[in-house]
Each structure stands twice: as C-alpha cells, then as structure tokens.
C-alpha cells in the first residue's frame, strides 16, 4: 500500500484495489469523540497512549489505550471500537469527520 494523501492502493492478485480510507482525518476531532465516549462510559482519560496500527505492512488504523479501556479506530471502515480490559466489546462508534481549518502560512 501506498499512502498518498488522496487514499491508499493496494496491489492483490494483480489488481489494484481502492481503499476507502479517509488518511485527512482530522486527529483532534478524532481524539475528542474518542475521549468523550470513554469518560461517557464512566472512566479516567487524563492518560492515553497512542500507536498506529499496521497489519501486513499495510495502514489499518490508530490504538488509543486508556486505564481499562482500549479504543481502536478502524481506518478504512470509519469506525472506533472501544473494549475492556477483559476484551469485551462495550460501544462501537461511527466516526464522522470533523471540520479541518486550513490556515495558510503567513
């Protein structure tokens, strides 16, 4: 997979396929929804560690890890999970984007 800005390819069995990953997400939006839905489901976010997560060489999405709570955004679905400790399922999340202010440089 290539990462371009403009979406991500992909090569399978010869073909080219389009991935539908929005690469402008807009992180601050992001990181908002997904601290308002872990203190909605009544835990700390003052703490996060954040990764990025790779399968098969290929961009998949981002880990945000909280005090017993993991919040994982799935990229190509636009989509965030959010498990337990225990890895119980407890919200999933549609994830829309949020506005991104360009500021252009002086």
Known sequence: MRIDFAGATRRTEGRA??????????STHLRRTINAAVADLGHKTKECKESVLIRE??????????ENVRA?????E????????????????MVAEGPVELKRAA
């Not at 396929?17 to 807009?26: E, F, G, P, Q, V």
């Open 17 to 26: 396929l389009k991935a539908s990953i929005n690469l402008t997400m807009n």
């Open 57 to 66: 060489g290929y961009f998949v999405g981002r880990q945000f890890r909280f």
């Open 72 to 76: 994982i955004w799935f990229a190509e």
């Open 78 to 93: 636009e989509v965030v999970k959010l498990y337990g400790d225990d890895g119980r399922l407890m919200r999933t999340l």
